[in-house]
Every structure is written in C-alpha cells, then in structure tokens.
C-alpha cells in the first residue's frame, strides 16, 4: 500500500477522502494549518468509522507559505490536493482567495515534482468549467473552461479557474515526470464528519433551520461527498487518468426549492421550518444590501446550468449515489451532530 498526502486534512472532502484511503489500507498523511486541529481531524474520522492507528500522520503546511511542503510530501506516492480557500462571504480583494488558491496549487506540484511523487489530483470545481458563458442549453462538459473575464464571474470562481490553469501549465512546462489529474465537483453534499464542511451544507442548514423566509431562484449541481472522494482515488490510480479532468455530479442540476422538497419528503416532521415557496429576484436583491452572503448569491439568480458526469462513469466507472440521497445524508447528519438551532 502507498503512502499519500491529503492535503486540507480537515475539511470536508479531505476528511472523506482520508476515511476511504485508510479503509483502503493506505497510510495517509495530512496537511493542517496548525498542528491543534489534529485532535478534531481523528474525531471527524472516527465520526466517519475510521481507525487510522498508526496509519495516519499529521504535518502543518500553509498554502501561502513554502515552509512544510518538501516534508510533506516526502516519500509520497500520490497527493491529493484539496486544500483550497471557500469562504461563506465574499472577499475584500479578490486576490485574498486567488493568490492562495494558485499559489498554493503551485507550491505543492512544485514540491511533488522535486520529490518524485508518481501524480497528484487537483480538487477543482465545475467553477473552473461553467462560468463567464452565455446560455446554453447543453450541459457544460470538461472540455469547457471558465471565462474569469465573464459577467458575473465571483472572486471565488475566478480563483478555481486561474488555480487549475496555473496548475496545467505548470505540468506542461516544467512539471517534469509529475502526472496530474483533476476533479471538478458540483455543489457538493451529503454527510458531514464535524463543524468543518462545504458551503453547500450552508444551504441545507439554512433551509433545515429556518433561517430563510423562502427558497430564492438559484439552482445547484448535486453530488455526495463519498463519491467525489472516491473520484479522487480512482483518478489517483486509473492509468487513463492521466491528464484528465472529471466532473463529479450526480444528476441534473436542482432549484432551491426542489432541494427544500427533498428535505421535506425525505427528513419529515424534522423539515417541519424548510421553506418551499420561492422568493422573487427583487426581494432578493433587497435582502442582499444587509446580508454579505446573500449578496454573493445576487449573480446567479434565475440562472440555469447542467453539467454531464459521463466522462468519469465511462473512464473509471464511477456510480454516484442519488442527488435525494445525498441531501437527505447531509440533513440526518446535521441533525445527528447537533449542527441545526
């Protein structure tokens, strides 16, 4: 079995690709900020019913500095990269999350590279494919990238667009024997480990909670956490791989409101405050001159995406789970660890 690093140990694609690895009987190693979270790292992963014993290892590495890489990443085979900066409000300066995401990106490949690692998969996101373009009625593919010059194009779109580009260039010119791959996951749910989750489960927990007076006209790709971080190890080891980017969905994409009629359906008297009218774009306009987070939802507003997984179902054989499943399995947890008011 080899030894792999994941870096962003504690957050939530890295903690469940980190459960997969070891159940898989690999040894992992793992990237924090600060070497105190790795008390809440081993209790996510017991959450998710792994026993690493001394399979697991922590290191602390910053995306934004260079010090801790080389030691990370010595004698690893593979890396996954999943460390990337995803705040729930919008930036001052949009180059606090683009310098980290590219630079970041960067200075692993760099430090994978000088230590012989064999490929490294890069956690993108369909923000890196389906941005900054007219309408279209065809789901968007891999083969299509994000204009960072587009309308309405957020600071946190931009950053996964400029990272995975900086990174594929990177492996083109100077990446030497390094592989790359890519995955490039939707709005990403199902069950959380702990308090450190995307910000798609903001969306369930907001509806779960009441905390919306109504669902605003906004749609989302839907995929489960298990799944994207299966994506990953198959894309870690599959020899057709190399050089690839994946999207990871589960389905065609849903509205708010027909996210908030899965919880009703699946989660009962619990769902008993999720909201199911929708609001008009006006009032959601209003909303947005008090609340940052609503603010940064303004440019999405009644607009309709779709975006098609056949690459990795037919490449590596990947058979998501439900998009009802995995609301449902973010809901139970929330509820499970005491997350909702």
Request: hydrophobic share 45%; glycine share 10%.
């Amino acid at each position: 079995m080899s030894t792999i690093l994941v870096t962003g140990g504690s957050g939530f694609i890295g903690s469940h690709s980190i459960v997969q690895l070891l159940a898989a009987g690999h040894r992992v190693r793992a990237t924090v900020r600060s070497l105190n979270r790795e008390g809440d790292v081993r209790a996510m992963l017991k959450e998710g019913g792994a026993e690493p014993g001394d399979r697991l290892s922590f290191i602390a590495a910053d995306l934004e500095k260079d010090a801790g890489w080389p030691e990370a990443v010595a004698g690893c085979e593979y890396v996954l990269h999943v460390a990337s900066p995803f705040p729930q409000n919008m930036p001052k300066h949009e180059d606090e999350l683009i310098v980290p995401a590219r630079e970041g990106a960067l200075r692993v490949l760099r430090a994978s590279r000088d230590a012989q690692v064999k490929r490294v998969v890069l956690t993108s996101s369909f923000a890196a494919i389906g941005y900054g373009h007219p309408p279209q009625s065809a789901p968007f593919d891999e083969t299509s990238w994000t204009d960072p010059m587009g309308d309405g194009v957020t600071p946190y779109v931009k950053s996964k667009t400029l990272a995975e580009r900086a990174a594929w260039d990177f492996i083109a010119r100077e990446g030497g024997g390094l592989e790359l791959s890519v995955v490039n996951p939707v709005g990403v749910f199902g069950p959380v480990l702990g308090p450190d989750y995307s910000t798609s489960i903001l969306i369930v927990q907001r509806l779960m909670d009441g905390a919306m007076p109504g669902c605003p006209q906004l749609n989302f790709g839907v995929v489960d956490v298990r799944d994207v971080a299966d994506l990953h190890i198959r894309a870690m080891t599959h020899p057709a791989a190399r050089g690839e980017r994946f999207l990871a969905v589960a389905g065609d994409f849903l509205s708010m409101v027909d996210i908030a009629k899965v919880l009703k359906a699946r989660m009962g008297a619990r769902a008993r405050r999720v909201p199911t009218r929708q609001l008009p774009n006006w009032l959601v306009r209003i909303a947005a001159m008090r609340d940052p987070a609503v603010k940064q939802i303004l440019p999405e507003l009644g607009k309709a995406r779709n975006a098609t997984s056949e690459k990795a179902r037919r490449m590596l054989g990947w058979a998501p789970r439900s998009r009802e499943e995995s609301i449902a399995a973010a809901a139970e947890s929330l509820v499970r660890l005491g997350l909702l008011k």
